[in-house]
């Protein structure tokens, strides 16, 4: 299968241009003006953007979590991704503690084989550190193309490791080629609020968010980019959502370390007031939770700045039945909030077109930076011969309404009902097939394939 795509104006991370894209089988094969061949499908893209496929490097799908599943597996949740211009996302294996990585990881490669829409990958998130799991660690990077390792610095008796275990953890993934990820906030303060809010008999939303002050997150993420400092290990922070966290990774960099920084589309836009709707709120209840109109400030400025590289989403949807779990205690809300499909279209609408980011940003932290973080550049993240071919055509002017009426994720309500947003995912090419068009999904379950990564360095 061949095709052409004419006349779009490609925007890369780094160059903006008006061509043609001729594709071969999964690969771009030409770039350029007026190109003269012959294609199976031709596509006219005169007038709208053409950019490489959105990679979302933080989503939950088919997750256990708090005695239930997030909402969308890998069939619904993947093709949902699809239809907002995400071609490949990362998600994370859940090590159970006391048994070993393989374990989980055959429980989630009997999720996700054979049912995946787009291209996926995963992190191995180590919840028991020990020398069993140690020897795992060299099979994971080289065998399975697994390299990059994530923690809890919370969820204690469950998810949550100790220093000592990090900082063993660290040295072995350093040694191995890897990076370790980390969910910064300290567990140990939070688990002291939320059982203090529930003994005086607060248990709104509300005091979900009241039990993760802003401290209890930028004192983790200094302590983990201590941490790694001391190791040498690359590493990276996922879902920064404050002020504090952004500036321990400023502190990091004075002394010459690169610790990777990652925010996600509802701490930009959204902030803590939601939860202040009685048991509504409980909608938004995620952690870290949503933060304060400063810290969204903070996070555009340091996207700018390149503190922040990518825009993720911690896609981790549940049903509102199932968020009435914690109807009369919020520390029973099931954590999490859907937005697979919806980032790419706000962070346009919201960023591009309100001048806090430009285009080349645009595409350098929703494809480019998470491509090359995590080691799949220039397989994946951007366009350029040799390239897989997953391009989105993206009309820059149409305005539409987020609604759970619309969307394709499988989650009865919108963290965005109502939304309105200019831009909008017209066309979405998956390796070479067109996977979206006319607002129909046009691939087959299946068809998303497992992406073995290569190891990193912590330089981009």
Same mark, same amino acid.
């Given at each position: 299968?061949?095709?052409?795509?004419?006349?779009?104006?490609?925007?890369?991370?780094?160059?903006?241009?008006?061509?043609?894209?001729?594709?071969?089988?999964?690969?771009? +094969?030409?770039?350029?003006?007026?190109?003269?061949?012959?294609?199976?499908?031709?596509? $006219?893209?005169?007038?709208?953007?053409?950019?490489?496929?959105?990679?979302?490097?933080?989503?939950?799908?088919?997750?256990?979590?708090?005695?239930?599943?997030?909402?969308?597996?890998?069939?619904?949740?993947?093709?949902?991704?699809?239809?907002?211009?995400?071609?490949?996302?990362?998600?994370?294996?859940?090590?159970?503690?006391?048994?070993?990585?393989?374990?989980?990881?055959?429980?989630?490669?009997?999720?996700?084989?054979?049912?995946?829409?787009?291209?996926?990958?995963?992190?191995?998130?180590?919840? $028991? *550190?020990?020398?069993?799991?140690?020897?795992?660690?060299?099979?994971?990077?080289? $065998?399975?193309?697994?390299?990059?390792?994530?923690?809890?610095?919370?969820?204690?008796?469950?998810?949550?490791?100790?220093?000592?275990?990090? !900082?063993?953890?660290?040295?072995? !993934?350093?040694?191995?080629?890897?990076?370790?990820?980390?969910?910064?906030?300290?567990?140990?303060?939070?688990?002291?609020?939320?059982?203090?809010?529930?003994?005086?008999?607060?248990?709104?939303?509300?005091?979900?968010?009241?039990?993760?002050?802003?401290?209890?997150? +930028?004192?983790?993420?200094?302590?983990?980019?201590?941490?790694?400092?001391?190791?040498?290990?690359?590493?990276?922070?996922?879902?920064?959502?404050?002020?504090?966290?952004?500036?321990?990774?400023?502190?990091?960099?004075?002394?010459?370390?690169? !610790?990777?920084?990652? /925010?996600?589309?509802?701490?930009?836009?959204?902030?803590?007031?939601?939860?202040?709707?009685?048991?509504?709120?409980?909608?938004?209840?995620?952690?870290?939770?949503?933060?304060?109109?400063?810290?969204?400030?903070?996070?555009?400025?340091?996207? %700018?700045?390149?503190?922040?590289?990518?825009?993720? /989403? $911690?896609?981790?949807?549940?049903?509102?039945?199932?968020?009435?779990?914690?109807?009369?205690? *919020?520390?029973?809300?099931?954590?999490?909030?859907?937005?697979?499909?919806?980032?790419?279209?706000?962070?346009?609408?919201?960023?591009?077109?309100?001048?806090?980011?430009?285009?080349?940003?645009?595409?350098?932290?929703?494809? /480019?930076?998470?491509?090359?973080?995590?080691?799949?550049?220039?397989?994946?993240?951007?366009?350029?011969?040799?390239?897989?071919?997953?391009?989105?055509? &993206?009309?820059?002017?149409?305005?539409?309404?987020?609604?759970?009426?619309?969307?394709?994720?499988?989650?009865?309500?919108?963290?965005?009902?109502?939304?309105?947003?200019?831009?909008?995912?017209?066309?979405?090419?998956?390796?070479?097939?067109?996977?979206?068009?006319?607002?129909?999904?046009?691939?087959?379950?299946?068809?998303?394939? &497992?992406?073995?990564?290569?190891?990193? %360095?912590?330089?981009?």
């Amino acid at each position: 299968m061949s095709i052409i795509i004419k006349n779009g104006r490609v925007i890369t991370a780094d160059e903006d241009y008006v061509a043609d894209i001729f594709i071969e089988g999964e690969t771009v +094969s030409l770039i350029g003006k007026n190109l003269q061949v012959k294609a199976d499908k031709t596509i $006219d893209a005169a007038g709208k953007l053409v950019m490489p496929g959105g990679i979302d490097p933080h989503v939950h799908l088919d997750m256990p979590f708090m005695g239930t599943y997030s909402s969308d597996n890998y069939e619904t949740g993947t093709g949902a991704a699809l239809f907002g211009g995400t071609t490949m996302v990362i998600d994370f294996v859940l090590q159970t503690q006391g048994k070993s990585l393989y374990h989980a990881l055959e429980a989630w490669q009997g999720r996700s084989n054979g049912n995946a829409l787009c291209d996926y990958s995963f992190h191995m998130a180590v919840t $028991d *550190f020990n020398e069993n799991t140690k020897s795992e660690i060299s099979k994971m990077v080289n $065998d399975e193309g697994i390299t990059s390792f994530k923690t809890f610095m919370a969820y204690k008796g469950a998810l949550m490791i100790d220093d000592r275990q990090m !900082v063993g953890l660290m040295q072995e !993934v350093m040694k191995q080629g890897g990076m370790v990820t980390v969910h910064a906030t300290n567990g140990d303060v939070i688990d002291f609020l939320i059982a203090k809010h529930r003994a005086e008999g607060k248990l709104a939303p509300l005091y979900h968010y009241l039990s993760q002050p802003e401290i209890t997150e +930028s004192e983790a993420s200094g302590r983990f980019a201590d941490m790694a400092h001391y190791t040498g290990v690359p590493a990276y922070i996922v879902h920064m959502t404050c002020e504090g966290a952004i500036n321990q990774v400023r502190r990091a960099a004075q002394r010459n370390q690169k !610790v990777f920084a990652e /925010t996600c589309t509802q701490y930009l836009l959204l902030d803590a007031s939601l939860y202040e709707q009685n048991f509504e709120g409980a909608k938004w209840v995620m952690s870290p939770p949503l933060r304060e109109k400063k810290d969204q400030a903070a996070l555009w400025g340091a996207i %700018n700045q390149g503190t922040v590289q990518i825009v993720a /989403t $911690d896609h981790c949807p549940f049903m509102w039945e199932q968020k009435q779990m914690g109807k009369d205690d *919020f520390s029973k809300i099931p954590n999490g909030h859907p937005g697979i499909e919806t980032r790419m279209e706000l962070l346009f609408s919201e960023g591009v077109n309100k001048g806090k980011i430009s285009l080349n940003k645009y595409v350098e932290v929703t494809s /480019t930076n998470a491509a090359k973080v995590f080691g799949m550049f220039p397989k994946k993240g951007c366009i350029a011969v040799g390239s897989d071919a997953d391009i989105i055509i &993206f009309d820059p002017n149409e305005e539409h309404i987020l609604s759970a009426k619309t969307h394709h994720m499988h989650v009865d309500y919108s963290a965005y009902e109502g939304w309105k947003v200019k831009g909008k995912t017209k066309t979405v090419l998956m390796r070479g097939q067109i996977a979206i068009e006319n607002n129909a999904l046009k691939i087959q379950r299946g068809y998303g394939k &497992f992406v073995k990564r290569n190891k990193v %360095n912590g330089i981009i």
